[in-house]
């Protein structure tokens, strides 16, 4: 049982890196007043780019940097549209989304000609799991054995990545001048357009810093915890990150943990499909997976309190003439 609940374990950590990511990005997009339902289009666009260049180049970085080459440059059409021209958020991002979806597809059945599919990776176009010192000599030991070996290490570099993102995230949010430029242009861009800085370039790095964390979830996708693109295979993924931002009331350590039990649902779902349960019988896969978003709306609707985001979030700025 111990060493079923640590492959269990093992799973969550893998399938919330890309939630994790992406709830970051659009954490430091709705820090800014930037309300991003683009996430999944960037990611998918990332998964793309980083699939096909790693492919091609049959380099895995080659590929990662193509990935958030890509999700960037969605990321400045969303800040084009939303910021420059002032544009409805919401609709900016669906756009973002069905782009994205339509264009990975019928780039990808033009330039491979597999169903909108990228080939196999080559072993160098995509990133290797990363063994850990001692965690083949410590394999054999009791309890911290199977935890250092087995859920720690053997993960590839994006993994650690994205778990040294969360600290860092919080870092540069609450203990730096950027982060908290940041959440002010967040919740009163009137008063830091009044201090002489720019809500504009404030609010496309915020944009830009988004659409590279989206990147890295993307490629991890295709590059990492995949051999190659398939069509559509974030799968909606960036909705998931989304629910997990609210949930986690805008706060990165929060969005750790939501992430982490919406990967341990995901998990849970893939070792119990298929499996009949005693007095219950089968449960059907879209149960859990449907799980995460009933229990954000239960948590948010009486346990945790209320979720509210930042106050300018959604609403174009426009600055006042004198």
Request: charge should be positive.
């Amino acid at each position: 049982m111990f060493e079923t609940f640590i492959l269990l374990l093992d799973s969550t950590v893998r399938l919330s890196t890309p939630l994790l990511l992406a709830c970051l990005a659009g954490l430091y997009s709705e820090r800014a007043g930037i309300v991003d339902i683009g996430l999944e289009g960037k990611m998918l666009g990332a998964a793309f780019g980083a699939g096909a260049v790693g492919y091609l180049s049959g380099n895995a970085w080659v590929g990662l940097m193509a990935g958030i080459g890509v999700s960037v440059g969605l990321a400045l059409i969303h800040g084009f549209a939303s910021i420059t021209n002032r544009g409805n958020q919401i609709v900016s991002g669906v756009a973002i989304n069905f782009l994205a979806a339509g264009l990975t597809a019928l780039l990808g059945q033009s330039w491979f000609n597999q169903g909108g599919r990228t080939p196999t990776l080559s072993q160098g176009g995509r990133f290797q799991n990363i063994e850990l010192p001692f965690a083949e000599a410590l394999r054999d030991v009791p309890v911290i054995g199977p935890i250092y070996s087995e859920l720690l290490s053997g993960h590839n570099i994006l993994v650690y990545a994205a778990f040294a993102a969360v600290p860092l995230t919080w870092w540069v949010l609450f203990r730096t001048r950027f982060g908290l430029r940041l959440r002010a242009v967040g919740e009163n861009p009137a008063a830091v357009d009044t201090a002489g800085i720019s809500v504009v370039w404030l609010r496309y790095r915020a944009v830009i810093v988004c659409g590279m964390l989206c990147g890295l979830a993307g490629s991890y996708l295709s590059i990492a915890q995949s051999a190659g693109f398939i069509v559509n295979m974030t799968a909606g993924k960036g909705f998931i990150a989304l629910a997990a931002l609210i949930f986690a009331k805008w706060r990165p350590g929060y969005a750790m943990f939501a992430c982490l039990l919406f990967g341990f649902l995901d998990a849970l779902a893939i070792r119990l499909q298929g499996q009949e349960l005693p007095g219950i019988g089968e449960i059907p896969v879209q149960f859990f997976q449907a799980l995460p978003y009933i229990l954000t709306v239960i948590l948010l609707a009486g346990f945790i309190g209320k979720a509210v985001p930042p106050k300018a979030a959604g609403v174009p700025y426009l600055k006042e003439r004198t």
